[in-house]
């Protein structure tokens, strides 16, 4: 016997949203100005109170550790506001000292760092290098004078007199004993005398007797001996007069750089050591006389072709009397500020460089190159966060220096253990600078979660926001922001509508009829884009004024520039390819709105819905889920709508159904809850059995208890729905539900405001499932009364009773099962009896 038709009661008419809600203007004559022009020049950071506060306190306090990280989106402001703060902070700062590098006369390994006055290090290098100089000319002049020579040959006089007062005394004495002294080529030696005095020949003083020849060979050998001790004299002698010469070549040499010396050492007596470096470097220039003095030779000795270092003032002779200056102040007022772009390692904490001489790597203490820290010292460091981590080792070397308050220039292969070859090792330098990282929110808490110095070295956190209160002062300066980028890139100034269009937009971009977007680097962009459109439209003439048509066409071919694969998708759902339905009304089938990201470029995509029931113990199934194309977000949404039927509908029972939900035509994951109010319509739909009507789609997340919750990316689902529509034909009934937490964030395009005005589109927001429900299916939801009976007819009642019948039939079903189990039971206690035997052989 057939059922008969439940009568329904059709819902009441939904109030729904006009034109003037879906977007808030902003009326031109708020503004007194009649162009940009007029306007003052913006010195206010716009709507980041909150990080202004923050880098004013980082920058103020001296303390350790208090160093920077400013956070937030790109473009809002950030590196400007730093970078304002710096400048004025910095400019009631004291100069910090120059540093230099000069060589370590014992352990030139080691080269020693000095401080010096701002400014004055490039002084003292001159000073140096003039020093050099001097002391070449001073030297050579002290050598080359009269009395160096009188010297020089009453030493060699002496020392001459000395060796001939020997020798003449042993001449002598060999004279006496009829010996005579004679020269060769291995030296001096002793020969017999014949009686006429002449040297005897080997021939006759072999005729001689061998008594004779015995007494010549004693006397020779006693002349030898006397002759080895006349040499060893002479050595000392030779010796002493060396080391007399040597002594009066330091003493001229002494004489000749003193003087030099004590004047620059009277010049430069401020400088702590100085005078300490002075001393050594007079005590080396003695010692090192000769590489001050001419040489005679005018051909410099070579290898290969190539020169070596002489004694002619050649480069590489006198470099150890260099003053490497690595930090130079003379430029600055106040403390510096250093932006690095591009902070390696190296670029970071400084450099040995190395330079190939004959096949070897070499260096030495000019080679030092100062890093970005070195710069920075005493006063303020500015660095890309991402860009540092992204440099082997730079993070390590950053925070070193902050928590050992030191500048020490490594190797970067020390730092990895790979070093091999011979290098510097530089005294380190004190480091009192304040860092400033500028980076995205995630970096931010990713480094206070997993790297524990990082909250002892970065205390102050300037948080940056992306949107701001839109009242009328934001209104104000985000007009006079508009006149800041006009002057400073010299384009076209905006008249009032202009202004009002931008700040419009600066609205939209946020998503907030109350709020404004603070990230100025795309409001930048619109105004420069504004610009163009308006000098292309008139020709590029000089006084032309940007208004809100040039404003408008800017957004519009941004638009057009970025949504080619919006009007693919957009052509394969009106040609049916992709299924979206805008007419007519099914059971358990709705259209859900996403957002698509491509790029820089969002927009919205309709999708189908369906659901369909049957019998079973009450799961929802999420097929997304279980093909794995499901994000936890929205599996977690799903999971919610179990709950909220069996708290509305079978709190006091089971729930006796499955259902299965999908995204038809998904190709991709699905993430997100903003579709689980409208998979939760589905579903009551296919349990009430009343058709949704397809000219509606659905946005909107649930909690268990049926209220719809805000979701993001509104406009873009509104617009992205309504083009769906104008492609497939627009009836003038079709509309779109929203939560209605997310009226404010409505800030729709023109033209779906006026077809809201016309009454061809209409935006339904809803606070509950009861209130989506009766729209969708025209049906009134019903209330429960206080047994918790609702309505005969109603959506809630049907959904009701469709669950009871569910739940009767699981019971019958359980209940014949349990009779089918107690008969095979009973059979099995009792088996037949068995046949007989001329039975058995029948069968």
């Known amino acids: 016997m057939a059922k008969k038709p439940v009568k329904t009661k059709a819902a009441a008419a939904p109030n729904e949203l006009a034109a003037s809600q879906v977007y808030r203007i902003c009326d031109p004559g708020s503004f007194s100005f009649e162009t940009t022009a007029d306007l003052p020049v913006l010195h206010e950071i716009i709507g980041q109170e909150r990080a202004v506060s923050a880098v004013d306190f980082g920058i103020g306090i001296q303390s350790n550790g208090y160093n920077i990280f400013a956070l937030g989106p790109p473009g809002t402001g950030k590196s400007r506001t ?11 700062m004291p100069t910090p000292p120059d540093w230099v590098y000069v060589h370590n006369f014992e352990q030139a390994h080691i080269p020693n760092a000095i401080r010096f006055p701002p400014g004055r290090a490039c002084d003292f290098r001159r000073d140096m290098d003039k020093l050099v100089e001097d002391l070449q000319i001073e030297i050579n002049q002290a050598f080359e004078g009269e009395e160096y020579e009188e010297h020089k040959r009453k030493i060699t006089q002496k020392v001459g007199e000395q060796q001939e007062s020997r020798f003449k005394e042993l001449r002598d004495k060999a004279e006496a004993k009829g010996y005579t002294i004679l020269r060769s080529p291995s030296g001096l030696a002793f020969a017999p005398k014949t009686a006429d005095g002449q040297p005897m020949s080997r021939e006759l003083f072999n005729e001689l007797p061998d008594d004779r020849q015995a007494q010549i060979n004693a006397g020779l050998e006693e002349l030898n001996e006397e002759l080895q001790q006349v040499m060893r004299q002479v050595r000392t002698e030779e010796k002493a007069g060396r080391e007399s010469l040597r002594d009066l070549d330091k003493e001229i040499s002494r004489y000749a750089a003193q003087h030099l010396i004590d004047d620059l050492k ?31 030779d005018e051909n410099p000795m070579q290898m290969m072709g190539l020169a070596l270092p002489g004694r002619d003032g050649a480069e590489s002779t006198f470099r150890k009397y260099r003053v490497n200056v690595i930090v130079d102040n003379s430029h600055l007022e106040g403390a510096p500020i250093v932006k690095e772009h591009n902070p390696t390692f190296q670029n970071l904490v400084g450099r040995v460089e190395h330079m190939a001489q004959f096949g070897a790597l070499v260096t030495d203490f000019n080679m030092i190159k100062a890093g970005a820290i070195h710069r920075a010292n005493g006063g303020f460091l500015i660095m890309e966060a991402r860009e540092l981590l992204m440099k082997p080792y730079a993070w390590d070397a950053l925070k070193r220096a902050l928590k050992t308050c030191e500048i020490r220039i490594e190797d970067m292969g020390q730092q990895v253990g790979w070093a091999t070859t011979a290098t510097l090792d530089p005294e380190p330098l004190p480091y009192a600078a304040k860092v400033v990282l500028i980076g995205e929110p995630m970096l931010f808490y990713l480094l206070s979660a997993y790297d524990p110095d990082f909250s002892e070295l970065f205390k102050v956190k300037a948080d940056f926001d992306v949107m701001a209160d839109r009242d009328d002062a934001n209104e104000q300066l985000y007009a006079r922001f508009v006149a800041h980028v006009c002057e400073t890139e010299h384009l076209p100034h905006f008249d ?25 680097l795309d409001i930048a962009d619109l105004i420069r884009e504004s610009a163009f459109w308006a000098l292309r439209g008139n020709g590029g003439e000089q006084g032309t004024l940007v208004t809100a048509a040039d404003v408008q066409k800017a957004i519009e071919h941004h638009t057009y520039r970025s949504n080619r694969l919006e009007e693919r998708l957009r052509e394969v759902i009106t040609d049916g390819t992709i299924m979206v339905d805008t007419a007519g009304a099914i059971v358990g089938q709705i259209n859900a709105l996403s957002v698509t990201g491509a790029g820089d470029y969002s927009f919205g995509v309709p999708s189908r819905i369906t659901a369909t029931t049957r019998l079973g113990d009450g799961e929802v199934v999420n097929i997304e889920r279980e093909v794995e194309m499901s994000g936890p977000i929205h599996s977690k949404g799903v999971l919610i709508l179990a709950g909220y039927l069996g708290a509305k509908y079978a709190s006091e029972g089971p729930l006796s159904f499955n259902a299965r939900l999908v995204f038809e035509q998904s190709y991709g994951g699905v993430e997100g809850d903003s579709a689980s109010s409208t998979e939760l319509y589905a ?8 058709p949704i009507h397809q000219r509606f789609a659905v946005t909107g997340s649930v909690n268990q208890r049926g209220q719809v919750q805000a979701i993001g990316g509104v406009n873009e689902k509104i617009e992205g729905f309504f083009a769906t529509c104008q492609g497939k034909g627009l009836q003038g009934d079709e509309g779109v539900l929203v939560p209605a937490t997310n009226v404010p964030n409505l800030m729709l395009k023109q033209e779906v405001r006026d077809a809201i005005e016309a009454g061809t589109f209409h935006i339904y927001p809803v606070s509950t499932i009861d209130e989506g429900i009766a729209i969708l299916t025209g049906v009134e939801a019903g209330e429960a009364d206080r047994e918790g009976v609702y309505p005969t007819g109603t959506v809630n009642r049907l959904v009701a009773d469709r669950l009871a019948e569910l739940a009767e039939k699981a019971r019958e079903l359980a209940a014949q099962g349990k009779d089918k189990e107690t008969k095979t039971k009973r059979s099995t206690k009792n088996p037949p009896a068995p046949p007989e035997d001329d039975e058995r052989e029948e069968e």
């Open 82 to 92: 730093i970078s304002t703060f710096l400048e004025r902070e910095a400019a009631s």
């Open 266 to 296: 009277a010049q430069w007596g401020e400088v702590e050591e100085i005078p300490e470096y002075l001393d050594a470097v007079l005590e080396d220039v003695v010692e090192n006389a000769q590489d001050f003095r001419k040489s005679d």
């Open 496 to 520: 009032g509508p202009a202004v009002a269009r931008i700040v419009e937009q600066g609205s939209r971009l946020i998503g907030d009829q109350r709020k404004l977007s603070v990230r100025f």
């Open 683 to 690: 579903l009551l739909s296919a349990l009430s059995r009343l």
